[in-house]
């Protein structure tokens, strides 16, 4: 029996494996925390003199409402101009503005741009949400090979979604040849990096004995861990195959 790993229901018991996953870059890096050590004032000393870190940091007060009032046009002035000053994560996050419309007009050109920069200044979420964007022709021509470039620079670099976007192209063959043991060797990478869908993923192939010799009880496993780690599909696949195996 297959085990499905998301809810978009194809045929029967057989569902689709994980949709590709983007980096909301105002989450990354722990920044509200960060941002919580200085006080708005000495925030926006240390952006006036150039500080590009703290210029992102007081964007994401602006943008989370925290410590004064929410002010997306505020966020996007001091994303902008972190980004500027050389701050990767400055240009992730107000590439995810544009992405989304979130207090600028939707711009997917731009938003590609930006990502780009970040990623070119070492940051896995520019290159993900890069290579998102080259996988689906948004802002950007299609071009699945690129996807994959990007995806393998995010998974070298140390980002379990980067080795989870990187495992689905090489299960699915996409923009690369199809690799099933290949797949497993990311799908670990990932869920050992703390990748909920990437432990998913892998209890999948265990479950379908797909690129390594199948494995009710490692299945299992992987499935707790995922349900663990707070993914929906992982418990309900868990409680499917404690059933099956009569625990």
């Given at each position: 029996m297959a085990f499905p790993v998301k809810a978009f229901a194809n045929s029967g018991d057989q569902m689709k494996k994980l949709i590709m996953v983007m980096v909301a870059g105002l989450l990354l890096l722990g920044n509200a925390a960060i941002a919580k050590e200085l006080s708005i004032n000495e925030l926006q000393e240390r952006c006036d003199k150039n500080h590009a870190s703290d210029c992102r940091l007081l964007a994401i007060r602006y943008r989370l409402g925290y410590e004064i009032e929410k002010n997306l046009s505020m966020a996007v002035k001091f994303s902008t101009k972190a980004c500027a000053g050389g701050d990767a994560i400055g240009c992730l996050n107000l590439g995810v503005m544009?992405?989304?419309?979130?207090?600028?007009?939707?711009?997917?050109?731009?938003?590609?741009?930006?990502?780009?920069?970040?990623?070119?200044?070492?940051?896995?979420?520019?290159?993900?949400?890069?290579?998102?964007?080259?996988?689906?022709?948004?802002?950007?021509?299609?071009?699945?090979?690129?996807?994959?470039?990007?995806?393998?620079k995010a998974c070298?670099?140390?980002?379990?979604?980067?080795?989870?976007?990187?495992?689905?192209?090489?299960?699915?063959?996409?923009?690369?040849?199809?690799?099933?043991?290949?797949?497993?060797?990311?799908?670990?990478?990932?869920?050992?990096?703390?990748?909920?869908?990437g432990c998913l993923n892998l209890g999948v192939m265990y479950g379908n004995g797909e690129g390594i010799r199948q494995s009710n009880q490692m299945a299992l496993d992987l499935f707790g861990k995922a349900c663990d780690l707070k993914d929906q599909m992982g418990c309900e696949n868990y409680a499917k195959l404690k059933g099956i195996m009569g625990r």
């Amino acid at each position: 029996m297959a085990f499905p790993v998301k809810a978009f229901a194809n045929s029967g018991d057989q569902m689709k494996k994980l949709i590709m996953v983007m980096v909301a870059g105002l989450l990354l890096l722990g920044n509200a925390a960060i941002a919580k050590e200085l006080s708005i004032n000495e925030l926006q000393e240390r952006c006036d003199k150039n500080h590009a870190s703290d210029c992102r940091l007081l964007a994401i007060r602006y943008r989370l409402g925290y410590e004064i009032e929410k002010n997306l046009s505020m966020a996007v002035k001091f994303s902008t101009k972190a980004c500027a000053g050389g701050d990767a994560i400055g240009c992730l996050n107000l590439g995810v503005m544009y992405d989304q419309g979130d207090g600028v007009r939707k711009d997917k050109l731009k938003a590609a741009n930006l990502y780009r920069k970040a990623c070119d200044g070492g940051n896995a979420g520019g290159c993900i949400n890069l290579g998102f964007m080259y996988g689906n022709g948004e802002g950007v021509k299609q071009d699945k090979f690129k996807a994959v470039e990007l995806y393998t620079k995010a998974c070298d670099g140390g980002s379990a979604s980067g080795c989870l976007n990187l495992g689905l192209r090489y299960d699915n063959g996409e923009g690369v040849k199809q690799d099933k043991f290949k797949a497993v060797e990311l799908y670990t990478k990932a869920c050992d990096g703390g990748s909920a869908s990437g432990c998913l993923n892998l209890g999948v192939m265990y479950g379908n004995g797909e690129g390594i010799r199948q494995s009710n009880q490692m299945a299992l496993d992987l499935f707790g861990k995922a349900c663990d780690l707070k993914d929906q599909m992982g418990c309900e696949n868990y409680a499917k195959l404690k059933g099956i195996m009569g625990r």
